[in-house]
């Protein structure tokens, strides 16, 4: 069956960084567009990055953009979002979603929280 399992969550202190990973299974990654989303308390999920397929295209959320970076492996099924510089207000749930015509697909995220 389909899989995002992101991993790579956790607490930092302002100006640290994370990496988050997203394994994909259960359907042919390569064809797929790959994103991050965030969901802070008691607010609407946002996008943060997205990345085409082959990984020549990436465009980020300009809360995020020049401290966060979209990649892919599609030779792993993986798909990463490294952050740094990170702030409080980066604090939240950290979704993976993969898209693909009428397919859309998401993981259980992962908890980021920034805190001195």
């Known amino acids: 069956q389909v899989q995002l399992v992101e991993s790579g969550g956790g607490l930092v202190q302002p100006g640290g960084s994370l990496r988050l990973s997203c394994a994909a299974s259960g359907f042919t990654f390569s064809r797929y567009a790959m994103s991050w989303y965030r969901q802070a308390p008691g607010k609407e999920r946002e996008f943060v990055a997205r990345?085409?397929?082959?990984?020549?295209?990436?465009n980020h959320a300009d809360s995020v953009k020049g401290r966060f970076t979209i990649s892919r492996d599609n030779a792993k099924n993986t798909v990463y979002l490294q952050m740094n510089s990170l702030k409080p207000e980066d604090t939240a749930v950290y979704y993976c979603?993969?898209?693909?015509?009428?397919?859309?697909?998401w993981g259980q995220g992962t908890q980021v929280t920034v805190s001195s």
């Open positions: 990345i085409t397929r082959d990984g020549g295209s990436r």
């Open positions: 979603n993969a898209q693909w015509m009428l397919a859309d697909y």
